[in-house]
């Protein structure tokens, strides 16, 4: 969509598939993060069969944090109109995320540490509010730039009389 100014527009679709995006993306991350963290950042002594483990399971994980994600409406909102609402509902479902790493690691006979569970959800839940507050706060400094910038071209003027 352009607008009257010429720009283009994201819409609220785009904007939606660029989120669920960054949410596989950030997920991927995070869990790598953590593997990669447990073994003190030394890739080489990462295991095989850890990286094996990671690469079968990963986008699985992707997958069932973007239904749940879904679930809980995650995908509903708009990017400038998030608040604290979307932060409890983030948190809501990392609480049931939390509950399914918990359960699903001992139904498939997963081999990680366990310190990667708990590393990941935390990083992973850490990225998702960066992703959906990062917006807004970017829109919030890009406001108050140019509310400076403004002031800096005014010219103070005295009216005698």
């Known amino acids: 969509m352009i607008t009257k100014s010429g720009k283009s527009k994201a819409t609220v679709g785009q904007k939606c598939l660029l989120i669920v995006f960054l949410d596989v993306l950030s997920i991927c991350a995070a869990y790598f993060a953590a593997l990669w963290l447990r073994f003190d950042f030394q ?73 990667v569970y708990v590393m990941g959800l935390v990083l992973s839940c850490v990225c998702t509010v960066v992703i959906r507050f990062s917006y807004r706060m970017l829109r919030y400094i890009h406001h108050h730039m140019n509310k400076l910038q403004q002031l800096e071209l005014q010219e103070n003027v005295m009216i005698i009389g």
């Open 43 to 115: 890739f080489n002594d990462i295991g095989p069969h850890y990286l094996d483990t990671y690469a079968w399971c990963i986008l699985p994980w992707c997958g069932i944090c973007l239904s749940v994600f879904g679930l809980f409406g995650l995908y509903g909102s708009i990017w400038s109109y998030v608040s604290t609402d979307e932060l409890i509902r983030i948190l809501k479902s990392y609480v049931v995320l939390a509950g399914l790493s918990l359960v699903l690691p001992i139904l498939l006979q997963l081999s990680f540490p366990r310190s």
